[in-house]
C-alpha cells in the first residue's frame, strides 16, 4: 500500500501569512490521483485539491496544489481565520486509498 | 443539491455488529462510487474501501476483509455498511462520501459516531 507522510505535524503561522504543507508519497501515485481536505473540529472533512493541483468548486483561489510523482504541496498563499484546521492528503490512484497522518495548522 | 444524509449514533457492547446508512440526494445514485472513512477519537482518517453502486463491486482495505460489508439499495438510493464483531478500538465517527474516480471523496456525510463499550 502507498504511505503517505505529510510535513510538518503542526504548523503555527499568523493570518496573512502563506502556508506549505507537503504530502510525499512512499512511491509515484498513480496519474497524481492525490487529493487535499480540511478538516475542522466536529465536522466532515472538506475536498480541496483532487488531481494534485485542481480547485474543488467553491474553494477560494488562495488554495493551491502542486507536484507530481512522490512529492505534493498545498498551498495557502494569505491565511485567513477560517483557514485554521487540519489538513489530510489522500492518494486515490492505488487502492488501497490512503490518506496522510495530517497537519494541524495553528494560529501563532 | 448533493447531500448524503447518515444514521444516528450507535452504542454497541464488544462483539457485536452496526450497521450504518448513508442515504443519498441530488445526483445519479448509480454514476458514483460511495467510499467510507472512518475517524477514530482524535486521530486521522482512515480508509475502510469503498463501493460502486453501479455493479455492487466492492473494494476493501486489507484491515477490513471478512469484517466489514458494503452494499447499495438502488431503490432507495442508500448505502450501507456492517463491521462485524466490533472490539473498543472500532470507537470511531464513520463517514460515507461520494467517489468520482478521478475527483476524489468530493461530498460527505455528516459522519455517524458508534461507541463500542461493555
Known amino acids: 500500500e502507498v504511505l503517505l507522510m505529510q510535513s510538518p505535524g503542526t504548523l503555527s503561522l499568523s493570518p496573512g501569512e502563506r502556508a506549505t504543507l507537503s504530502c510525499r508519497a512512499s512511491?509515484?501515485?498513480?496519474?497524481?490521483?492525490l487529493a487535499w481536505y480540511q478538516q475542522k473540529p466536529g465536522l466532515a472533512p472538506r475536498l480541496l485539491i483532487y488531481?494534485?493541483?485542481n480547485r474543488a468548486t467553491g474553494i477560494p483561489d488562495r488554495f493551491s496544489g502542486s507536484g507530481s510523482g512522490p512529492d505534493f504541496t498545498l498551498t495557502i498563499s494569505r491565511l485567513e481565520p477560517e483557514d485554521f484546521a487540519v489538513y489530510y492528503c489522500?492518494?486515490?490512484?492505488?487502492?488501497?486509498?490512503?490518506f496522510g497522518q495530517g497537519t494541524k495548522l495553528e494560529i501563532k | 443539491q448533493v447531500q448524503l444524509v447518515q444514521s444516528g449514533a450507535e452504542v454497541k457492547r464488544p462483539g457485536a455488529s452496526v450497521t450504518v446508512s448513508c442515504k443519498t440526494s441530488?445526483?445519479?445514485?448509480?454514476?458514483?462510487?460511495i467510499g467510507w472513512v472512518r475517524q477514530a477519537p482524535g486521530q486521522g482518517l482512515e480508509w475502510m474501501g469503498w463501493?460502486?453502486?453501479?455493479?455492487?463491486?466492492?473494494n476493501y482495505a486489507q484491515k477490513y476483509y471478512g469484517g466489514a460489508t458494503m452494499t447499495a439499495d438502488t431503490s432507495t438510493s442508500t448505502v450501507y455498511l456492517e463491521v462485524r464483531g466490533l472490539k473498543s478500538d472500532d470507537t470511531a465517527v464513520y463517514y460515507c462520501?461520494?467517489?468520482?474516480?478521478?475527483?476524489?471523496?468530493?461530498?460527505w456525510g455528516q459522519g455517524t459516531l458508534v461507541t463500542v463499550s461493555s
Open positions: 489522500q492518494q486515490y490512484g492505488n487502492s488501497p486509498y490512503t
Open positions: 441530488g445526483y445519479t445514485f448509480t454514476s458514483y462510487g
Open positions: 512511491q509515484s501515485v498513480t496519474t497524481n490521483y
Open positions: 488531481g494534485a493541483s
Open positions: 463501493i460502486s453502486p453501479y455493479n455492487g463491486n466492492t
Open positions: 462520501a461520494r467517489m468520482a474516480y478521478s475527483t476524489g471523496l468530493d461530498f
